[in-house]
């Protein structure tokens, strides 16, 4: 893509535009099938645990969806600039590998991401819950009392421009490698999206075993959205059990429940 490299006004917003139609289109396809692998096909089909207790409308997926784009516009805008940053070498993203160390940092440097991603997140969200900011600013998240594929992104613009910073800041700051960023995105938006399905995709005995007391999981974080004082956190259950408000799991749905 040439526009990448107009240094320009210009070629910022080229990179804006197709940023924004690359997160747009791997929202689509990443939701969308989860959406009808789980919801789309008769139930008998479906080998997952059901969470939600009713079946999604129209206005509900209309409305996740339209959130979500706006959110994607935000989400945009912070990528825009480490793109732009990094072709101009102002980032700590890099693509060498030339050591044993090197190689061993990535999955490290991973970790680092995911901790200060689910750190923020648990307190931003958390605070978000407070009745003075509830209504302004997370009230549309939590529309979506049984939520679907679609409501991983689905957030008012307040909370996407607080919650769209703190990793794209990160790559000023800590090493990462181009690979590892990539594979930070794709973990990112497969955890939003399963983790509110309605279904609990990972098998009963991860998420019920001594790894699965310590991660999110759809049947953790469904919870949250009937029980809006629990389960706040984003990859790992820490700052939940820290700060004891980890209220367990969600309990399975008998098949065939009623549509709304």
Same mark, same amino acid.
């Not at 044993?100 to 901790?115: G, Q, T």
């Not at 399905?197 to 919870?223: D, F, M």
């Given at each position: 893509?040439?526009? $990448?490299?107009? %240094? ?12 924004? #139609? ?11 099938? !989860? ?10 089909? /479906? =080998? ?10 129209? %206005? ?23 793109? @732009? ?15 044993? !160390? ?14 200060? +991603? ?6 931003? +969200?958390?605070?978000? =819950? %407070?009745?003075?900011? $509830?209504?302004? #600013? ?7 009392? &049984? ?7 689905? !957030?008012?613009?307040? @909370? ?11 790559? !000023?700051?800590?090493?990462? =490698? ?35 007391? =310590?991660?999110?999981?759809?049947? +953790? &974080?469904?919870?949250? +959205? ?11 259950? $820490? ?20 549509? /709304?």
């Amino acid at each position: 893509m040439n526009f $990448f490299n107009i %240094d320009t006004l210009g070629g910022f917003a080229a990179t804006y535009g197709a940023l924004t #139609v690359l997160i747009w289109a791997r929202y689509f396809v990443i939701a969308g099938l !989860f959406y009808w692998l789980l919801w789309g096909r008769p139930e008998e089909k /479906v =080998h997952a645990v059901r969470l939600s207790e009713k079946r999604p409308t129209r %206005d509900t997926v209309a409305f996740e969806i339209k959130m979500s784009l706006l959110s994607s516009l935000i989400y945009a805008a912070p990528g825009t600039v480490v793109i @732009e940053a990094y072709k101009a070498g102002g980032t700590q993203i890099y693509t060498n590998i030339d050591s044993v !160390f090197a190689w061993a940092w990535i999955p490290f440097s991973i970790l680092i991401y995911l901790v200060i +991603h689910d750190t923020y997140f648990y307190w931003t +969200h958390r605070a978000m =819950h %407070d009745p003075k900011l $509830f209504r302004a #600013v997370h009230l549309a998240h939590h529309r979506s009392r &049984h939520p679907t594929p679609w409501a991983g992104f689905s !957030f008012h613009p307040w @909370e996407s421009i607080i919650s769209a910073w703190p990793l794209p800041l990160a790559t !000023f700051f800590i090493p990462i =490698h181009i690979g590892a960023v990539a594979f930070l995105l794709v973990v990112m938006t497969v955890a939003a999206i399963t983790n509110h399905a309605g279904w609990e995709i990972l098998p009963q005995k991860l998420v019920r075993s001594a790894v699965g007391k =310590h991660i999110i999981s759809a049947t +953790h &974080h469904n919870l949250h +959205h009937t029980d809006y004082n629990a389960n706040y956190g984003l990859y790992f259950r $820490f700052w939940d059990k820290v700060m004891k408000t980890d209220k367990g799991l969600a309990k399975a749905q008998p098949a065939k429940s009623e549509s /709304v």
